[in-house]
């Protein structure tokens, strides 16, 4: 029983931290190279339309992670445009580009499909073997394929920051972009590059929900996971690992306080829909004596030859 | 704060035009989305400024959208200064009205002012509380205010929620049955006196005269020019001998008790009595959002933050005009509002460069 | 100003009722949108049906969808009343306060809101109408055929905030269970949240770990969890709208909220010059509130002889609801 529970609570936390885990490593990327995305809930609400309704025009999931892939690059593209190229006000450009994202994908859902409907998504996908392990098959290996993605991308963004020569321009273009550039690091590219694939996969943290984990779509179907993905951020440190911590720590007591509800323990429902909150905040600030490296640039426009 | 947010001086009128073509820009879009909708844009450009300006109940419902932006810009402009981010804003505006509403509901029987006073007081300390708990994680705890700031927006939505179905609720909807998730009534001693015949209420002034008390508190005061510098560079300020620990504290303090403030003005001047729907959103339409952006355009100055809070108050007032008008979804406008935003950020680099040119041309004509 | 505009609007009304060919108009205050499946999608309903059975040429009706900001949502009542609308529907508890402070300025023009008991008249006010969708019966109906259908003995429920109709559709559902079969187990988790997919699709989720073979639940979110339920194979009992068309073999029955039921006697009353102060209950016994039973989703759980004993047994207990002889009491 006791057994059965926790395995239930690990692969409902697996389950929920998947978005935040694609989202979160997306907005690493760019903050190491520098820049601040606050519009990631608006990429991802894209992402989960332009998947929803290509999936549910071709009835092929493929295509519709395709079509995510790209409307997440292209809002990517956008925020990099504004926040690269005309130096804007990284913040704020971002607060727009939520904004955008958040009413664009309400008026073509409201406009092409109209009402609710469910599409046949990824299915779940048991990796043979491995899915037969006790327990930990359950676990880890019986989920969806972007559920595999997410946790993937961990060790996948790792090496790529640390192991080669792009991660290492790409954090240099966020530490001190001005010694990146006269070592010859075109910095507004890296930068470029950075935002757009943490725009991909914003958009795949939304298709996710849309085509693999729910297979519906409404408006604001986020809920501001976007912004919880940015915090993870902060909380990781800008290290996918960290980010990993943050989200399967935020998704585990997520995942707790349903498994409390739906025993039917006695506590307002509101104070347990709080305790992730809560438990995310106070386990970093326990642990206050961490090292953390903040991209110096981060926030701060790049221009060559400028101040 | 990146440098090109500082006050400058004023310059060319038409560098400072730059915005406004940003915001006809995104309008021009936006027409192009409209007629996509089959929409006639005119008509609804028609009904937005109707909306927004059309006669005194329409520039009295400006101002009052404009109001809770206005407290929540004034706190950005002290934090942001500070160098600290402050998106707590919604969070800030809840526990503020609550406070305000708890206390007014305590104090029925009191002398009007009295009320007022004391009810705005406890907005503004719960506000200042919100904010210094984020303060205190940064400074002292290593938590980023952006993580802490998110947070304590979704705790302080859920505290909401259990206090108005719970504790905080009207007394009435437990004896009827039907359990609306809403206090009493304030005591009408508690209203915010009316300006005109219309919704426009005592707060705008309010808020006029703290933009002017948080631009005399930033620049004539030594601890304002303390939290300045502390923005500018931490380490100058510490080599200036200024603990940079309790400045930014402070920022994010006096962020929180200006949204608390205006929480508690939300309540006493428009609502008279607190009530969720399940997000902070019905009750601060984003206001802790819109604030930021609100001041950002006003150059994160408290006195410029006052004409771009009333434009954005003009631009949500009529956007909802124009949905009624022209039956336009309310998508539309929302999508709109992010671009202008993405626009008029976005042109900023044109202006600033126009205005550097201009000051190089004028150094040379001097040399 | 305000008074002036109040006249205007008088005489616009005025005009229509002397003018007999002129139009009934209409104007609803929506907090989410006509398709949601849920809340608003079955005022939406109601209206196209009144339209329908009206004609065009006599009922009109606009809508502002998606007012969940209380502030904007007072100003579209404000100017919709100033339009000189007939009827303005603020189709929401969250919007009751501003009724009251806009109302009296409207004198002609008649207001309802709901799930609500409450008209007003004891501040002096005559042009607001309540209606009050009796959703503890909805809720007890969909307990007893929960109780009936479980084989596990567990069943589930997913609500938003436990208040108003979800608080009362909950404590139904709970007690329609208990009085058919005490044994089995019934928890109700609220997911605090109006728009959160992903959290009421984990706790249906959880709820089928624990061993929950039918669940329900009310407000647009609940469509993550019927899309698990049809993905588990368990059964889903609906609220708001027939809600069988996002799972035909799932949702084995819907409780329909048919605001028809309030508003024709509302519209009936503002043309004879009654413009507010009735409560207007929504029960089974007034049909405002319709069960929807899905055969094709009963015959993939139950036996034909199983489904007649369970068809039986839920039209007994309509008939009691009706008949008083069962009261659900909500604390």
Redesign the interface.
Known sequence: MIG?TLV?IAT?AI??AT?YLYAAIGEALGQLSGVLN?GVD?IMLMGAFSGFYVTLLTGHPTLGLLAAVGTGGLMGL?MA??SVT????Q???G??????????S??LF??TV???K?VAGFPPTPIPGLSQIPILGEILFSHNPLVYGAFALVPLAWFVLNKTPFGLKLRAAGQNPLAADSLGVNVIRVRYVAVIIGGILSGIAGAS?SIA????F????????G??A???V??GGWRPLGVLAGAMLFSTV??IQ??L????VDI????A??MP??I??LV??S????R?HVPAAL???FERGG? | ?????RPRRPASLLAQLVPLFAVLLAFAVGAL?LLA?GVNPWGALKALLQGAFGDLNAIADTIVKAIPLLFVGLGICISFRGGV?N?GGEGQLVVGALAATAVALAGTGLPGWMLVTVSLLAGALAGAAWGGIAGF?KA?????E???T???N??AV??M??LL??PMMDPIQVKLGFFIPQTARLPRAADLPRLVPTRLHLGALLAVAVAVLVYIFLWRTTVGFRIRTVGMSRRAALAAGIEVKRYMVLGLLLAGLLAGLGGAVEVLGVHHRMFTDGTAFGFTGGAG?NG??AA?FGRLHPLGTIPSSFLFGALLTGANKMQRVMQV?A????????????FV?????IRRRRLRRLEKLSAEGKG | MMRKIGFVALVLVMVDLISLGAPFRVAVILPS?I???AWSQSMYEALMAIQEEMGEENFQFVYSE?MYVIADAAAAIRDYAAQGYDLIIAHGSQYGSSLVDIAPDFPKTSFVWGSTAQTFTELGIHNIFAYAPHAEEGGYVNGVIAALLTKTGII?GIGP??TGDAKRYAAGFEKGIKDTNPDV?V?Y?????Y?????A???A???V??GADVLTGTA??T??AI?VA??KGITWLGYDVDQSP??PKTVAASIVVDWTVALKPIIAMIREGKYGGEILPLTFANGGLKLVLNDAALEGKLSPAEIIELKALVWETLRKIVSGEIIIEVE
């Open positions: 059965a239930g409902s389950r929920l978005p606050l608006g956008l445009f504004v005309l130096q804007a006000e913040g704020i450009s607060i727009g580009l939520y904004l955008f994202g958040l009413g664009l309400t008026l409201g406009m109209g009402t609710v469910a929900l984990l729910l297979n519906v409404q408006q604001n179907m986020t809920n501001g996971m912004f919880i940015v915090a993870l902060y909380f997520n995942a349903v498994w509800q739906v025993q039917g307002p429902s509101d104070f829909l709080m909150y809560v995310t905040i970093l600030a642990m206050a004596r961490r953390i926030n701060k426009p101040e | 704060m990146p440098d090109g947010l989305m909708l981010l998106i994680l002292y705890l290593n938590v980023n952006i993580l802490s998110i947070m304590l979704y705790i859920y505290g929620n259990y179905r719970g959002f930021i952006v950002l979804p998508a539309l406008i929302v999508a709109l509002n992010g671009l202008i935003v993405l950020v976005g042109s900023e680099v | 949108t398709n949601d499946f998606n589930g905030i436990k187990q928890n988790t609220f997911i605090g949240s728009s959160d997919v992903a959290l699709s984990e706790a989720r959880t709820f770990n624990a647009q979110m469509v993550g899309s049809k993905e996002l799972a």
